[in-house]
C-alpha cells in the first residue's frame, strides 16, 4: 500500500516485491521493470502495462467528475537471451522462433508435452526446458 521510486534504477540488479524478482532493462519500446518468471542462459520476462487515466471534468449531461485511475492493460511477454535486449513473444511460435538455436528439441518438446497455447505456465515450461538443454 506503498508507493516507492529509485532514482537510478540501474544501479540495481534486481527487486524483489512480495517474493517475485523485477529486474530493470532497456527495450524496443523504452525502459522499464520486467518480473523474471524463468531464469537461466535464457530468461522469461513479464512486462506489466498499466495506464493512467487523469480526472475528467464534469460531463454536460451527467454533471459529475470522473475520478482519476489506473487502468490494467494486456501483459507481454519477453525473452532474453544472455545479457542482449528482450525480444517480445506473443506465443508458442515466437518464444520458439526467438530460441531459435534449439528449434528442433523446443518443437518435438512443445508436441510431446502438448504445449500449443502460449500461456504464461507453458512458456515458462519451455524456457525452463530451453535452459536445461
Same mark, same amino acid.
Given at each position: 500500500?506503498?508507493?516507492?521510486?529509485? *532514482? $537510478?534504477?540501474? &544501479?540495481? /540488479?534486481? #527487486?524483489?516485491?512480495? *517474493?517475485?524478482?523485477? #529486474?530493470?532493462?532497456?527495450?524496443? $519500446?523504452?525502459?522499464?521493470?520486467? %518480473? #523474471?518468471?524463468? @531464469?537461466?542462459? &535464457? @530468461?522469461?520476462?513479464?512486462?506489466? &502495462? #498499466? =495506464?493512467?487515466?487523469?480526472?475528467?471534468?464534469?460531463?454536460?449531461?451527467e454533471g459529475t467528475i470522473t475520478p482519476a485511475r489506473f487502468i490494467r492493460n494486456q501483459d507481454s511477454y519477453y525473452v532474453v537471451k544472455g545479457i542482449s535486449e528482450p525480444v517480445h513473444v506473443?506465443?508458442?511460435? @515466437?518464444?520458439?522462433?526467438?530460441? =531459435?538455436?534449439?528449434?528442433? %528439441?523446443?518443437? /518435438?518438446?512443445?508436441?510431446? %508435452? /502438448?504445449?500449443?497455447? *502460449?500461456?504464461?505456465? $507453458?512458456?515458462?515450461?519451455?524456457?525452463?526446458?530451453? $535452459? &536445461?538443454?
Amino acid at each position: 500500500d506503498q508507493t516507492f521510486a529509485i *532514482g $537510478n534504477p540501474l &544501479s540495481l /540488479k534486481m #527487486v524483489i516485491l512480495e *517474493g517475485a524478482p523485477f #529486474v530493470y532493462l532497456m527495450y524496443d $519500446n523504452g525502459r522499464g521493470y520486467f %518480473e #523474471v518468471l524463468a @531464469s537461466g542462459k &535464457s @530468461s522469461l520476462l513479464l512486462k506489466r &502495462s #498499466v =495506464e493512467f487515466k487523469p480526472e475528467e471534468g464534469p460531463k454536460p449531461i451527467e454533471g459529475t467528475i470522473t475520478p482519476a485511475r489506473f487502468i490494467r492493460n494486456q501483459d507481454s511477454y519477453y525473452v532474453v537471451k544472455g545479457i542482449s535486449e528482450p525480444v517480445h513473444v506473443s506465443n508458442m511460435k @515466437s518464444l520458439i522462433h526467438a530460441l =531459435e538455436d534449439k528449434k528442433q %528439441e523446443l518443437e /518435438k518438446y512443445t508436441e510431446t %508435452e /502438448k504445449l500449443k497455447r *502460449g500461456s504464461k505456465e $507453458n512458456m515458462i515450461k519451455v524456457v525452463e526446458y530451453y $535452459n &536445461s538443454l
